[in-house]
């Protein structure tokens, strides 16, 4: 039974049409960030609505800080699924099933490992961030909270990788359906029955986490293929886990080198009020949407790619890129259309304010218009990533994104500080980056050929 439920839940990457599969594989994937986004806008419009514009601040401030930590599991995910599905396209099974086993592990070391860092340096990175006096407190409180749930989040992103390595993303997109829907109801409980406002959202998710993890947990042990988790024989293989962190380390730093340079804008935010703070939280809650769609897509790109190549099949591989992107351009026209057109009621969901509502479109102009640049950025990262090659998308983001938005944050923003100033840096590093990526994707394709499956 088990067994046929795993057939039905596979893609067979290998063979056939591609744009369809990528779409019923990309879908799921997308809807599943937009969920995971979900959590963060029901903290949001929770305190938004019983609380007040500066809790909705104390939590906005730590977004940035919290997708640091989030996207060092997403990258580490990543090269356990490259890792994986590269072993099924070669039709190397049992290295694929020790590969679970050692992904499972590693989740959890570093989970726990990060929460431990992370109320360790809680007020010295707050203090930096220069978080202001009225909103210390609360922001301090959730984001200790939040950190506790880490061990969870680390093993919901590597058992949604190990699913997503066989082609299934609809099992992941079910957890957190469940989670988020519990999550969404226990902060109605604790905020306006307990009165615990940014503890009660905080301790929400954390339950939620823990919720999400713990379904695909219980899927992968009631697995009958590949992917079966096997407590009492688990394994863990060192050699595996230098490919998992070869390729996963640099994917993660990518990410977070996109959060470092956020925190320092967030930073700089702070610098202008609660207003500023509580716009940009909003806003932000909106416009990950869309990267969620970008995001999909370009983890298609790697799955799809790392089973062909393992499959020996360069020309399928290139076929994936440019599919994808086609595919990726399409959705995020749509979706981006949506969010600039509903802009001022999406806003008002989160804070009716009128200054917060005016500062949060023009976030929303400035950063949700010109991300098709971000389009091409995600696959080409994505398909690089496919082929196991995972440091140069990770330096040539370390010189596109931070370089150029740590130079703008200390050289333009302190002769014109204003929040327009400090929008404006987000499409300029990200044409920057795409750039670089684009040549050095032509690069690796013309060198590709002599490259071997690690």
């Known amino acids: 039974m088990e067994e046929v439920k795993s057939k039905r839940n596979e893609l067979d990457m290998l063979n056939g049409s591609l744009w369809d599969k990528i779409i019923i594989f990309a879908l799921p994937l997308a809807f599943t960030g937009v969920l995971q986004q979900l959590f963060n806008a029901a903290d949001v419009a929770v305190l938004g609505q019983f609380v007040g514009k500066n809790a909705i601040a104390a939590v906005g401030?730590?977004?940035?800080?919290?997708?640091?930590?989030?996207?060092?599991?997403?990258?580490?995910?990543?090269?356990?699924?490259?890792?994986?599905?590269?072993?099924?396209?070669?039709?190397?099974?049992?290295?694929?099933?020790?590969?679970?086993?050692?992904?499972?592990?590693?989740?959890?070391?570093?989970?726990?490992?990060?929460?431990i860092i992370g109320e360790l340096l809680t007020d010295p990175v707050l203090e930096y961030m220069e978080v202001p006096i009225d909103v210390w407190s609360m922001a301090e409180t959730y984001l200790r909270i939040y950190l506790l749930g880490m061990p969870a989040i680390g093993l919901y992103n590597f058992e949604s990788a190990i699913f997503r390595s066989r082609g299934d993303t609809k099992t992941p997109m079910i957890a957190l359906i469940i989670a988020s829907a519990l999550n969404l109801a226990l902060n109605l409980v604790f905020v306006t029955v307990f009165d615990w406002a940014v503890a009660g959202v905080a301790a929400a998710t954390v339950i939620a986490n823990i919720v999400s993890a713990a379904i695909l947990f219980r899927a992968l042990i009631?697995?009958?293929?590949?992917?079966?988790?096997?407590?009492?024989?688990?394994?863990?293989?060192?050699?595996?886990?230098?490919?998992?962190?070869?390729?996963?380390?640099?994917?993660?730093?990518?990410?977070?080198?996109?959060?470092?340079?956020?925190?320092?804008?967030?930073?700089?935010?702070?610098?202008?009020?609660?207003?500023?703070?509580?716009?940009?939280?909003?806003?932000?809650?909106?416009?990950?949407?869309?990267?969620?769609?970008?995001?999909?897509?370009?983890?298609?790109?790697?799955?799809?790619?790392?089973q062909n190549y393992g499959a020996g099949n360069l020309p399928r591989c290139k076929r994936i890129t440019w599919v994808t992107m086609l595919i990726n351009g399409i959705f995020f026209v749509m979706v981006a259309a949506a969010i600039l057109i509903f802009a001022e009621p999406l806003l008002k969901f989160f804070n009716s304010d009128p200054n917060v509502i005016e500062l949060g479109k023009l976030r929303l102009l400035y950063i949700v218009s010109p991300q098709l640049i971000n389009v091409i950025m995600e696959i080409i990262s994505g398909s690089l990533r496919g082929y196991g090659i995972s440091m140069a998308p990770a330096v040539l983001t370390l010189i596109g994104v931070c370089g150029v938005r740590i130079t703008w944050l200390y050289t333009i923003f302190p002769t014109a500080p204003n929040y327009e100033t400090l929008m404006t840096v987000y499409p300029l590093s990200w044409l920057l980056t795409t750039i670089m990526l684009c040549f050095a994707y032509q690069f690796y394709m013309k060198h590709l050929k002599v490259m071997k499956i690690h």
């Open 222 to 306: 009631h697995e009958g293929g590949i992917i079966h988790l096997d407590i009492k024989a688990m394994t863990f293989n060192k050699a595996l886990l230098r490919e998992i962190v070869r390729i996963g380390l640099p994917a993660g730093i990518q990410g977070m080198v996109f959060s470092i340079s956020n925190l320092l804008i967030q930073a700089a935010i702070n610098s202008l009020g609660a207003d500023a703070m509580a716009a940009s939280a909003a806003a932000f809650t909106i416009e990950i949407n869309v990267y969620c769609f970008m995001s999909a897509f370009g983890q298609a790109a790697t799955t799809f790619v790392s």
């Open 61 to 115: 401030n730590n977004i940035s800080l919290i997708g640091l930590l989030v996207n060092l599991f997403l990258g580490l995910s990543l090269g356990a699924n490259v890792v994986i599905a590269q072993n099924i396209g070669a039709n190397r099974l049992h290295v694929a099933h020790a590969a679970v086993s050692t992904a499972f592990i590693i989740a959890l070391i570093v989970g726990f490992v990060i929460t």
